[in-house]
């Protein structure tokens, strides 16, 4: 696709329900990158892929949350028995290369996912 | 600490005025400054970057500014449209083993009135 592409766009979930996040990144792209973003704040590295390798997950707040990428391109951010504080958007960028090669202008976010514990 | 933060959180202007957006930064040993516009209901969009060994990038309509002296970091709007409403982030990056990594501030909301 032309762009990056998350689903659902909003998700309601009652805590302790277990949620997928789903990421299509921009065709090629190798790295993939996930960020939290809780409301009125920037966003905040959560983890990131390089093809299928998850090479950083340090962002990750807790045991809770799990990513994966099978195959190097679509991307599952999974976060279990949900609590109140997990809500916020929930971000997914790509990039051709991994940067600053080249600088960020690859570096490309998706629309993210609102998601929304009660 | 490392933290990339904003003077203001809100900056109102008219249409037609030029605009100017500040960010300090902490970190010394950040390689990229990156700003990003993000319009409600969507994810952050790249404005413009610049490297650390340059003080000065324009593009089309914006123009950055980078002092490393005092760590200030500015964005400059040319001639303001009601279009440019958003919230506008400055992120940093650090070069190094996390290079693909950014850190954001909180943010500016932008409002452009007619």
């Known amino acids: 696709g032309a762009g990056v592409s998350q689903s659902p766009r909003y998700k309601v979930a009652k805590r302790g329900q277990d949620v997928a996040l789903r990421c299509d990144p921009i065709?090629?792209?190798?790295?993939l990158f996930w960020y939290q973003q809780a409301l009125g704040q920037g966003p905040e590295f959560l983890t990131y892929?390089?093809?299928?390798?998850?090479?950083?997950k340090s962002g990750l707040p807790s045991d809770r949350f799990f990513a994966e990428r099978p195959e190097g391109s679509v991307s599952t951010l999974k976060i279990q028995r949900t609590q109140q504080e997990d809500s916020a958007v929930y971000l997914c960028a790509s990039s051709l290369v991994l940067p600053p090669l080249g600088g960020f202008g690859g570096y490309t976010f998706g629309s993210g996912t609102r998601l929304t514990v009660v | 600490g490392e933290s990339v933060g904003l003077h203001l959180p809100t900056l109102s202007v008219q249409e037609g005025d030029n605009s100017i957006i500040n960010c300090a930064y902490s970190n010394s040993a950040s390689d990229y400054f990156i700003w990003y516009k993000q319009e409600s209901g969507k994810g952050p969009q790249f404005i413009i970057d610049i490297r650390s060994n340059m003080d000065k990038r324009q593009g089309q309509r914006v123009t950055v500014l980078l002092n490393k002296t005092v760590k200030h970091l500015s964005l400059q709007i040319a001639a303001t449209q009601p279009g440019d409403s958003a919230v506008y982030f400055c992120?940093?990056?650090?070069?190094?083993?996390?290079?693909?990594?950014?850190?954001f501030g909180k943010g500016t909301l932008l409002t452009v009135n007619p």
């Open positions: 892929f390089q093809n299928e390798a998850q090479l950083d």
């Open positions: 065709s090629g792209h190798v790295s």
């Open positions: 992120a940093e990056n650090k070069s190094g083993g996390s290079n693909y990594k950014l850190t």
